[in-house]
Structure formats: C-alpha cells, structure tokens
C-alpha cells in the first residue's frame, strides 16, 4: 500500500497558500458557507495547481460555487 502512495505528489502549502486559503475562508462565509481551515488549504492546493479535487464532502461542492475550486464528487 505505501509503494501506490509514493507514486502520488506531495503538495506542501506554502505561506502564500495559507494566507489564499483564509482568504477563502473569507469569501466563503461571506456568502453564508461554513469551509473548515484544513478543507481551506485543501481547496487552495487543488486551485493553485488547477486540479480537480475529488471528494464525497459536500462542503467542497458548497464552496465551489463561491471560490474557483473544481470539485468532482
């Protein structure tokens, strides 16, 4: 299992990325919708390496309708 885990990137938020995902956070609540800090930085490395995040958390999928993140759930 660890070997399929090593093939996978490692994307460490850097201090820009913390400062992105409060701003997120911001945007988020702004609009009336809860985004976690750790779901924050999450949604900040999938936008600032234009991935789509794959998840079954609905609260990715609320925020991507007020942040630019692509959600596939």
Known sequence: MIERLA???LLEPSRDDYISAAELINTCRGS???LGTVDAI???LAIAYDVTLLTTDRDFANA???IPLRVWS
């Open 64 to 66: 991507a309708a007020y």
């Open 7 to 9: 093939a996978i990137p």
């Open 42 to 44: 999450i949604a900040q």
């Open 32 to 34: 009336g919708v809860q």
